[in-house]
């Protein structure tokens, strides 16, 4: 009987989408009408399946959960799959870290790294092999970055920056400012913490602006560098790029520049990288490909072998959006961190696809705070809950 008058009683549907019983006798409050969404991008950035236009070819046998192409002098996206889809990082989100300090400091600059600034790095971390007490210059310290994506060096840069705390923030910030609003930055060196996420069209936009700096893109491409071991003795380090240097059976690809590798057991292997050929200059980002520690370098090098033989003559199906500091318009007209994606590939409210964080915990560190508020602190806490039974450490390797 009560189930029966449950049936029976009228439904309201709040502005927020959000049903509830209405007393009887009252009328249905009819919905209101979806707010238009906005895609950072490009709306067929966050369709499901492969996007591209007036072109075939693409390579057949791609197992990453998300990649895209892009021409890095127009920005425009050539194809995607999953642009927006929300993973975790790995190392490719030390772009972000170098997008963010790399200005600060001069090259030249010499530091004596302290006990203390060793002393917060992850156990499981890539290292380089930073000694305290040891002096470095800056241009070493970034060699130890980008060469061997060591997070005792990017800890002592982020000390020298005013701490781990100050450095995320900036970095949070400085993703806002380049419109990637799919990150959230936990740690400065893209260790596997619970809610750092981060997205291909994200990592590619890092990439995109990082290499319009001449130190950046001098220490990405950088194949080898002696690196200071105590004393007057040097060892020599190399390059994980297995794209630039040719490494575990592959060759260098040709006209490779760099720009970012890395790999947790959380996040598997990531990639973002650059090649040039006449004159043209493409960027390929691929998260997460199957099994294989050599496939995310198969993977990139079969879509830039691609954009190359056809991204020319390829309709873009998006495009690189820039910051917003340097003159570039606000996607949608809305506030910063509010960007709504609709499509598998975007991840709306709940969990992500692939065990990530809910959307709830993104706009919680883009800026969302008025979303949050009109959700409802209680469901906040739930969510949040809930990501925290669900979440599990990660080794980080490289």
Known sequence: MLAALAAAAPVAVAAGGRA????????????????????????????????????????????????????????????????????????????????????????????????????DIPAGSSLVGIQAGTTYTVEQLWQGVFLRSGNDAVHVLAHMNGGVARTVAEMQARAEDLQALDTHVVSPDGFDHPGQISS????????????????????????????????KKTFQIQNTDRLLTGAWGLK???????????????????????????????????????????????????????????????????????????????AGGGAPGTRAAAGSGAGAAGPAADGGPSAWRLLEGAGGTAALLAGGVWAVRRRRAAARAADTGGRHRR
């Open 200 to 231: 291909a069209y994200d990592l590619t936009l890092f990439a995109r602006h990082g290499l319009r700096n001449a130190d950046f893109r001098g220490y990405c491409g950088t194949r080898t560098a002696d690196f200071p071991a105590g004393g």
């Open 20 to 119: 509830s019983a209405a007393a009887p006798g009252t009328p249905a409050v009819p919905a209101a009408p979806a707010a238009p969404v906005t895609v950072i991008g490009g709306e067929r950035l966050a369709r499901a399946g492969v996007q591209v236009r007036g072109v075939s070819g693409l390579p057949g046998r791609l197992s990453a959960r998300a990649w895209l192409v892009a021409d890095w002098a127009t920005g425009e996206v050539l194809a995607s799959y999953r642009a927006h889809q929300r993973l975790a990082p790995a190392s490719t989100l030390k772009m972000l870290f170098a997008d963010t300090v790399l200005k600060k400091f001069d090259r030249t600059e010499r530091h004596t790294v302290t006990a203390a600034e060793l002393a």
């Open 252 to 330: 260098p690809y040709e006209g490779m520049i760099g720009v970012k590798n890395g790999y947790t057991s959380h996040a598997g292997n990531t990639f973002t990288g650059a090649a040039v050929r006449g004159g043209r200059t493409l960027l390929a980002t691929v998260m997460h490909p199957g099994a294989g520690s050599n496939a995310v370098y198969e993977e990139t090098a079969a879509l830039l072998d691609w954009g190359f033989a056809q991204g020319g003559s390829a309709r873009a199906v998006g495009t690189l959006v820039e910051p917003l500091s340097e003159g570039g318009a606000k």
